[in-house]
């Protein structure tokens, strides 16, 4: 703002009058106005700052062959401003809020390559064949990594029914990232930002964490570099799972106290554990500090502690817990580590276990009730020990067919576990 004056209105105030003075000094100013009981009172002039960032980002974008146009609801003058600072050929100004669908689907149709919208307003179109060239390199690579990410890059250049290229030289750091040489003799490096630091390649400076945007603090973000060049920044969703949220309540009605240790990043961590109702939160852990954290929960908690886990990494930890329960679609290596295994990799089949588990003990317990019973009360009588007191005795042969049905008894409410359903 660089200059506002308000007269007061006349002593008489039968017929105010505001006199209002704005000077604009730049065309990448906005004007917002005021008005009291239908009589204007000010006007307030803002001024649109650029970051710093946002100039370096538009030369990484231009330098992967990506034709960017604002699309905003400002006035002409300031749009136009904003454009010409950071380089945009291609304003679209004054655009009402439902018109930006109309000229996004006006794009998707009259432009080759794909269309992304950010939330600031730019439209990024993108050269469909670095995509896919990208995607290819990343998931070629990816499909050497059991990580859950990999798995994903993976499926999604396969859906695309992309090729996959033979990678030589792998070298696999568990939870940071996966290197690697093509067949024509480029290195490439896929993995978190400290991963690809350590291969010399410096995100920052080209801005790739500014050009992504991040709408929801679950997403993941996986870094491709070629030849130590930053290529490719591929943001990943945590799908939450419908059945994972009946599994926390039902952990919680057995009294047992979840806490979430990931590898993944602060934000991404705290809000899938926010929507869950997990209160306690492990974030950034490394394979290698699992089973140090598992180690110093069994010594500082009075209970048995559980894992639950499906990756390589998460073996150690596995093995480290009183109870490793290892999901159905973990690696090999995971199942072994574990002393329960559920056929289904979700929340919902390790709730289930807890409490077939307790129906089970429960089960051993009815039997060994009834087998107990029913011996002190059948042996002594078919020995006539009752004779003096009561003048009665169990007949042989009744001992020895109630004795058939006494295992029977125990058989079928064995076998009444066959048919357990776990209730929420």
Request: glycine fraction near 8%.
């Amino acid at each position: 703002m660089h200059s506002l004056t308000r007269n007061a209105p006349p002593a008489t105030r039968s017929q105010p009058s505001v006199h209002v003075h704005v000077h604009l000094h730049e065309k990448s100013e906005s004007r917002v106005w005021l008005a009291v009981h239908g009589q204007p009172m000010a006007v307030f002039v803002l001024t649109d700052q650029i970051r710093a960032t946002s100039f370096s980002a538009m030369h990484s974008l231009r330098a992967l062959g990506i034709n960017v146009e604002l699309l905003t609801g400002d006035r002409p003058e300031a749009a136009a401003s904003v454009a010409q600072e950071l380089g945009i050929t291609k304003v679209e100004a004054g655009v009402k809020p439902e018109g930006k669908a109309d000229r996004i689907r006006q794009l998707r149709a009259s432009t080759q390559g794909l269309v992304a919208m950010a939330g600031d307003g730019t439209i990024v179109a993108t050269d469909p064949s670095k995509e896919t060239e990208a995607l290819t390199l990343a998931a070629s690579l990816a499909s050497s990594s059991l990580h859950p990410l990999s798995r994903a890059l993976v499926h999604a250049a396969l859906s695309r029914k992309l090729s996959l290229q033979t990678i030589s030289d792998i070298h696999d750091v568990p939870g940071q990232g996966i290197s690697g040489k093509t067949s024509s003799g480029q290195a490439v490096v896929l993995g978190n930002p400290a991963f690809l630091k350590t291969h010399g390649i410096d995100l920052t400076k080209e801005s790739f964490t500014s050009d992504v945007h991040v709408h929801d603090k679950n997403e993941s973000r996986v870094y491709l570099a070629r030849n130590s060049e930053p290529m490719a920044v591929f943001v990943l969703t945590d799908q939450i799972r419908a059945t994972s949220f009946p599994a926390m309540h039902s952990l919680r009605a057995l009294g047992i106290n979840v806490e979430l240790l990931t590898g993944d990043r602060p934000e991404a961590a705290d809000a899938v554990a926010k929507e869950l109702g997990i209160t306690k939160v492990e974030s950034g852990v490394k394979p290698e500090d699992k089973a140090d954290l598992v180690r110093q929960l069994r010594s500082s908690t009075k209970g048995l502690v559980a894992m639950a886990g499906d990756g390589t990494n998460d073996a150690p930890a596995l093995a480290s817990a009183d109870l490793g329960i290892s999901l159905g679609s973990g690696t090999d290596a995971a199942k072994e580590a574990s002393a329960v295994v559920v056929l289904k990799g979700d929340l919902a089949g390790v709730a289930r276990a807890f409490f077939l588990g307790r129906a089970t003990v429960r089960t051993i317990w009815q039997n060994l009730a009834w087998a107990f019973g029913y011996n002190l009360f059948a042996l002594p009588a078919a020995a006539g020990l009752f004779l003096p007191l009561f003048g009665w005795a169990l007949n042989p042969t009744w001992a020895a067919g109630s004795m058939a049905l006494s295992c029977v008894f125990l058989t079928v409410n064995a076998l009444r576990l066959l048919r357990f359903s776990p209730k929420n």
